[in-house]
């Protein structure tokens, strides 16, 4: 089993849930690369405003420090789902088998257990924002809380995405 290979054995009853879960990831991905060109694009604007016509506009650059967050947190699923995330190849690409089949489940684990971590703690972080009555400091004065939401679905997903994965490698090995 090879991350990133399609390997589509999946039990019939969770089908439909694992559907749902690649769907919803995959739309996420289009989100993030979305976000990517509409970032390029006030980028290109801001530049020509502030050296073509000498009217810089405010607040652009706390603006995408803001989306950065929402591109990775809304690619990151999409990311591990395609098996495009970052591993050790010299390591996995030398495994076979058994081992590598541990492997892959135990790396699988950990980003169940990290994005179930980071989910609580951005809850935390946005709950706190809110509470607190946060808001940005520069040009925007944005409530905080609000680029700070994006963790939670980013989170949630990565983590579905993780349950996924660990799902079809243990459907895989057994051969259900």
């Not at 054995?9 to 849930?17: H, I, Q, R, S």
């Not at 995959?26 to 993030?32: D, I």
């Not at 420090?65 to 190849?89: K, P």
Request: hydrophobic share 55%.
């Amino acid at each position: 089993m090879i991350p990133g290979e399609d390997n589509k054995v999946e039990a019939p009853a969770a089908t439909g849930l694992l559907k749902i879960i690649e769907r919803l990831s995959m739309l996420c991905g289009a989100v993030s690369g979305a976000i990517i060109v509409f970032v390029l694009a006030l980028t290109l604007v801001s530049i020509f405003m502030r050296y073509g016509l000498d009217k810089p506009m405010r607040g652009v650059d706390e603006a995408t420090g803001f989306l950065v967050v929402a591109i990775v947190m809304f690619g990151a699923a999409e990311t591990l789902r395609r098996g495009e995330h970052i591993q050790i190849d010299l390591v996995t690409n030398a495994m076979r088998g058994r081992t590598r089949w541990l492997l892959d489940l135990w790396a699988y684990a950990c980003v169940l257990v990290f994005s179930a971590v980071f989910l609580f703690t951005a809850w935390r972080t946005v709950a706190f924002s809110w509470r607190f009555g946060d808001y940005s400091t520069g040009y925007l004065e944005m409530p905080m809380w609000i680029p700070q939401a994006t963790m939670l679905p980013g989170a949630a997903l990565l983590g579905l995405v993780a349950v996924l994965k660990i799902a079809q490698l243990l459907v895989a090995r057994t051969g259900a």
